[in-house]
């Protein structure tokens, strides 16, 4: 697994040690960037189950301003930690470990322009953390997305008040769902019909 693009480019990043983790893949990861492009410079990026930190260090290596990263797992707090010094990206980011559902409760401070939602699969704590994003609406910043990777077969209903689903794109074994206030996609739509 690497960095494809921006600063740290080509950079290898460690993986977790163990089954616990299930890193996006090279091909998920590149098609994902590609349709948020220059969209991502200067944005702040939360990082749940992080993992090896792919995402958010791929976020920062392309412009983003920071990246917040939270993982239960102390081997996996490490591997991101050497993975952003490895890539010269820890001045923009915090690491910390806690869960992730208890950050989404307790979070007070600058909303994300970009939440990433990548849990352990079969358990159903996607559906879990994207309805607590929902129920926090001051998590997200204006214009916002909120992504969630999950496995094709994991895919349930999800109740929703404030937030819509917008996309979806399948890469194998890898479904990424996206999100944004039903408010800013309607504003968005008028803006588009003008």
């Known amino acids: 697994m690497r960095v494809i693009a921006g600063s740290a480019k080509g950079h290898k990043l460690q993986m977790v040690p163990g089954d616990t983790t299930r890193p996006i893949t090279d091909r998920a990861k590149e098609a994902l960037f590609s349709i948020l492009g220059d969209w991502l410079i200067d944005a702040r990026v939360l990082d749940l189950f992080a993992g090896t930190g ?4 791929e976020a920062l290596s392309r412009g983003s301003a920071f990246a917040h990263f939270i993982d239960r797992s102390r081997k996996a707090i490490r591997t991101i930690t050497a993975n952003l010094e490895h890539c010269r990206l820890a001045d923009r980011a915090r690491v910390e470990q806690g869960d992730s559902f208890r950050f989404l409760q307790e979070y007070q ?6 939440i990433y939602i990548a849990p352990p699969q079969y358990q159903g704590l996607w559906r879990k953390a ?20 999950i496995h094709p077969r994991e895919e349930t209903p999800v109740q929703l008040t ?25 504003a968005e739509d008028e803006g588009e019909e003008m």
């Open 130 to 149: 994207l309805e607590m994003v929902d129920s926090r609406p001051e998590l997200l910043a204006p214009f916002g997305a909120v992504i969630v990777q």
């Open 54 to 57: 792919a995402v958010g260090i």
């Open 109 to 114: 401070g600058e909303p994300f322009d970009l």
């Open 162 to 186: 404030h937030l819509e689903e917008y996309d979806r794109r399948r890469y194998g074994s890898v479904l990424l769902l996206f999100y944004a206030a039903a408010e800013d996609l309607a």
